[in-house]
């Protein structure tokens, strides 16, 4: 497994561009299922759960084309499965947005239910009992879900979620466009990539309004055809980049980004002495106050208050401010791995249940650490460029799942980081080269751990 070796301890200096959501890219391809015309998709972001995605299209028929690395045109008029297999939703959760648009478009859909991940047991009860709700038969058949419109197409129903779902709103958003009839989504997931989705939806022909508020109303049509759309940008990698300026006490500009996406993030990390301007709607310039970094209280929660996708990198950069934090983690059970990891490097860090107590500011020294999802892997990335020392990041196969060349964007910056790559006879040291490999010989890379 490649690893990542940083040396900590250099300012980041410069401009880093960010890349497409990669939470939006993943809908938003699995919507092109919905219908038989070409559905062109640019901004893509080049990262493995794309990837996979993608394998996941194309084993049930539909041709992907890719004129530019970022740009995929999906036509999805010959699918001749219905379903997505283990073996792909083991490597990656998403694959259960593939529910909703073949159950919506096609009356069927068999998908293999997914385990617990590395921060939760994350059941999808909600999609499936709204399954139900729009006319769905659903039954559990040797491990997948299988799910029928018994007259081959859903009916419009109210979907009242108990708990605020982001790929369950989209799951049904999918699913109810071609239902007959009208949907009402009630205590909707209210993220920039729901919007995003229903702008796509909107551009095929569907009828939704109100995405991004608690309530969404699709008035379901017969059927959809082509679109062009282009994902928006990410904002837990916009985050990301934030915490790494401040944590370094760099300056960096941070390009092509939407600030407007991130403002419960923007706003905490002011008050925690991060200086953010906003050169222009899509540009902010971020260094540390000169007061430096205080420590603030943190509690995750559905957007647009604090995403649980941040918290793991806000902790790193609590670690070096002055004063005590709680952060607490209401979303996922089993969101704190990295804390561990960051006591490893000296972080002061004491979890009880949902809660951290993080004590600054701790003189960070590099160590071995274990990424244990996505977002872990980030924040010790976070950390490792904070430390003295060397640190060295094993399972980095989680970081290529959704962050783009994140050693080439930070060694642009002034990083000292490079990957490790397993096999000494590849001597790439660039995530890009590693995803592109993957692309040109149509592979996935396997992953025991989704998230
Ligand atoms: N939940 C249920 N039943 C369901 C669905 C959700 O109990 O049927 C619970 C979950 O266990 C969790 C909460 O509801 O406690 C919220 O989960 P949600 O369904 O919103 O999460 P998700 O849709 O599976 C997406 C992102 C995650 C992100 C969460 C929360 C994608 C592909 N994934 O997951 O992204 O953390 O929303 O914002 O959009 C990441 O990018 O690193 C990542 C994990």
Avoid: W
């Avoid at 259960?96 to 859909?109: D, E, H, Y």
């Amino acid at each position: 497994m490649d690893k990542f070796l940083i040396r900590g301890g250099r300012p980041l200096q410069g401009k880093i561009e960010i890349g497409g959501a990669k939470n939006s890219a993943l809908p938003c391809l699995a919507a092109t299922l919905l219908t038989a015309e070409t559905v062109t998709l640019h901004n893509v972001p080049y990262v493995k759960d794309l990837i996979t995605q993608r394998r996941l299209l194309e084993d049930l028929g539909a041709t992907v084309l890719t004129p530019e690395l970022r740009t995929h045109k999906v036509t999805a008029k010959n699918v001749t499965l219905f379903e997505a297999p283990y073996e792909l939703v083991k490597t990656m959760r998403a694959s259960v947005l593939a529910l909703g648009p073949l159950l919506g478009r096609f009356g069927q859909a068999k998908v293999s239910l997914p385990g617990g991940c590395a921060i939760g047991t994350r059941p999808i009860d909600l999609h499936l009992k709204a399954f139900e709700q729009l006319g769905a038969q659903v039954s559990l058949e040797k491990g997948d879900v299988v799910a029928r419109a018994p007259k081959g197409r859903l009916v419009g129903s109210d979907v009242d979620f108990e708990t605020v779902t982001v790929t369950g709103t989209e799951n049904v958003m999918m699913a109810a466009a071609l239902a007959t009839g009208r949907t009402v989504i009630r205590n909707a997931a209210m993220e920039p990539e729901i919007e995003d989705l229903a702008d796509l939806l909107n551009k095929m022909g569907a009828r939704i309004k109100g995405a991004g508020t608690p309530q969404i109303d699709i008035e379901g049509v017969d059927e959809l055809g082509s679109a062009e759309h282009t994902i928006i940008p990410d904002r837990i990698e916009t985050g990301t980049f934030i915490v790494a300026a401040a944590i370094t006490d760099g300056e960096l500009e941070i390009k092509g980004c939407r600030p407007d996406h991130l403002v419960a993030v923007i706003d905490k990390l002011r008050e925690a002495g991060v200086s953010i301007e906003e050169l222009n709607p899509s540009t902010l310039l971020v260094k540390r106050e000169p007061s430096g970094l205080k420590s603030r209280d943190v509690t995750t929660e559905p957007h647009p208050k604090f995403p649980t996708d941040m918290q793991a990198q806000y902790m790193a950069l609590m670690t070096q401010a002055e004063g005590t934090s709680v952060i607490i983690e209401t979303i996922f059970e089993n969101r704190f791995m990295h804390a561990s990891e960051m006591k490893r490097m000296g972080a002061d860090i004491q979890i009880s249940g949902s809660s951290a107590v993080v004590r600054g500011r701790a003189q960070l020294v590099g160590a071995p650490v274990l990424a244990s999802d996505l977002r872990a892997s980030a924040s010790l990335v976070l950390a490792g460029l904070a430390a003295g020392g060397e640190t060295l990041i094993d399972r980095v196969y989680h970081i290529d799942r959704g962050y783009e060349t994140i050693v080439r964007k930070l060694r642009s910056v002034g990083a000292d980081i490079e990957r490790i790559k397993e096999d000494v006879t590849q001597p790439t040291n660039d995530a890009a080269e590693t995803a592109g490999a993957a692309v040109a010989i149509g592979t996935v890379v396997d992953n025991p751990s989704p998230s």
